[in-house]
């Protein structure tokens, strides 16, 4: 079985501030994790994924995330938050043998001006 | 190249009428999902298709659902008799062959209203 946490309902931060929106999962064997982002009323759109290779990825719009085995976690960064990132983050898992992504409940940043 | 395409983009039954909704995936994909999101719920996957064949529907309810993708033409996900809980926003997503750590891609949804 595969499951994602996503902690937090809802992320405030200033525009300019650093961000974090944390994402912890479990599967069996090798993870595939993903960022996806949400705009009101639109569909998701991919942020950055994880495979392998090193742990620090780069996504798009400035966004990064750091898997962490140990932790089994994937939370996404940015380093100075823009209004216009205010939006619904998912997180999502997939193990290897697995067809079918499993997502997060979704988190809501809100960046302030 | 077309992104992932779904119509209507609004639908309106009432109840114990039928509502399809169509999926057209991107090109050269051959994987469709189908998610079902509710406010303050997430994302629901419902099942995955892929080309003739039903893989996993373990999301879908037994009753009054169900879905195809057809050798041509687009997905259709369809749903009897609709009741006032079917209300939501239904959500496609593709993405191309092989079991990798392939990305999926969501068309805009069809927000289904049931009065």
């Known amino acids: 079985a595969q499951s994602v946490a996503q902690p937090e309902d809802q992320v405030n931060v200033a525009e300019g501030n650093p961000l974090t929106v944390k994402c912890t999962y479990s599967v069996s064997g090798n993870p595939y994790l993903f960022w996806y982002v949400q705009y009101p009323n639109r569909g998701l759109q991919f942020l950055l994924k994880?495979?392998?290779?090193?742990?620090l990825v780069k996504g798009s719009y400035g966004f990064e995330a750091e898997f962490n085995k140990s932790q089994t976690s994937f939370h996404l960064k940015k380093p100075s938050a823009l209004v216009s990132d205010s939006a619904l983050y998912f997180c999502?898992?997939?193990?290897?043998?697995?067809?079918?992504?499993?997502f997060g409940r979704g988190t809501s940043l809100i960046v302030h001006p | 190249n077309a992104g992932v395409m779904q119509n209507p983009r609004h639908l309106v039954r009432r109840r114990g009428q039928e509502a399809r909704l169509r999926c057209s995936p991107m090109k050269g994909h051959s994987h469709v999902y189908w998610y079902r999101q509710l406010p303050e719920e997430g994302l629901k996957f419902m099942v995955y298709?892929?080309?003739?064949?039903?893989?996993?529907e373990s999301g879908m309810p037994k009753e009054r659902f169900s879905a195809e993708f057809p050798k041509e033409g687009p997905s259709i996900l369809r749903i009897q008799q609709v009741v006032r809980g079917d209300s939501a926003a239904y959500f496609c997503a593709s993405s191309p062959p092989g079991q990798g750590g392939n990305e999926q891609f969501f068309g805009p949804g069809t927000r289904l209203t049931v009065l």
């Open positions: 999502a898992v997939r193990g290897e043998g697995s067809y079918i992504p499993t």
């Open positions: 994880y495979i392998t290779g090193d742990n």
């Open positions: 298709l892929q080309k003739e064949n039903i893989i996993d």
